[in-house]
Nanobody, 112 residues
Framework: QVKLVESGGRSVQAGGSLRLSCGAS???????MGWFRQAPGKAREFVAT????????NYADSVKGRFTISRDNAKNTVYLQMNSLKPEDTAVYYC??????WGQGTQVTVSP
């Protein structure tokens, strides 16, 4: 069983930066890890994924060049560095392992 816990979400002004963390218990070293987000009234959407070795990374077009996903397998942790934040980045951000195990989410609010 894998348990994921996100942290690092908070309120920030547009143009600011945040780093989200996703700590995992259980085996995730062979898993593709991802970040997803859900804004109020909208469906959950893909943000970024990283494969087990960290050499295959994908981003949604809306975050390319601003967000960076990374993982530290020794710490069983996945990160999402978010720069140049925009109000439209406001959402609950979720961490997922193989799109099977999900965390509870962490709120990111970006004010104009």
């Amino acid at each position: 069983q894998v348990k994921l816990v996100e942290s690092g979400g908070r309120s920030v002004q547009a143009g600011g930066s945040l780093r989200l963390s996703c700590g995992a218990s259980g085996w995730i070293r062979s898993s593709t890890m991802g970040w997803f987000r859900q804004a109020p009234g909208k469906a959950r959407e893909f943000v970024a994924t990283v494969n087990w070795s960290g050499d295959s990374i994908n981003y949604a077009d809306s975050v390319k060049g601003r967000f960076t996903i990374s993982r530290d397998n020794a710490k069983n942790t996945v990160y999402l560095q978010m720069n140049s934040l925009k109000p439209e980045d406001t959402a609950v951000y979720y961490c997922a392992a193989d799109s099977t195990y999900w965390g509870q989410g962490t709120q990111v609010t970006v004010s104009p």
